[in-house]
Nanobody, 117 residues
Framework: QVQLVESGGGLVQAGGSLRLSCAASRIVFSIYTMAWYRQAPGNQRELVASITPGGSTTYGDPVKGRFTISRDNAKNTVYLQMDSLKPEDTDVYYC???????????WGQGTQVTVAS
């Protein structure tokens, strides 16, 4: 079965950096748009960043200029480099894979990011 496994979350001081990774298995990774979402308890899940198979990127307004999404198709992995972290970035971060033609999508289990002030 398809698996998306996130890693790299943790506790960091405000102003610090973290790098999240999401390793995918059992999908043709190169034809999936990959994205990071985040969600706090009681809130809706919001888009953080996405990257298409061709490498086009989109960012949510709160993270523009601070976060960078990238992908390595040879490793079936998508990354989220998070710099200049703020306490309001504290959330559970989820990886999502969406098929180019919309026929399937998958979510990872989430990884906690906590930014201390």
């Amino acid at each position: 079965q398809v698996q998306l496994v996130e890693s790299g979350g943790g506790l960091v001081q405000a102003g610090g950096s973290l790098r999240l990774s999401c390793a995918a298995s059992r999908i043709v990774f190169s034809i999936y748009t990959m994205a990071w979402y985040r969600q706090a308890p009681g809130n809706q899940r919001e888009l953080v960043a996405s990257i298409t198979p061709g490498g086009s990127t989109t960012y949510g307004d709160p993270v523009k200029g601070r976060f960078t999404i990238s992908r390595d198709n040879a490793k079936n992995t998508v990354y989220l480099q998070m710099d200049s972290l703020k306490p309001e970035d504290t959330d559970v971060y989820y990886c999502k894979a969406s098929h180019t033609y919309g026929v399937s999508s998958y979510w990872g289990q989430g990884t906690q990011v906590t930014v201390a002030s």
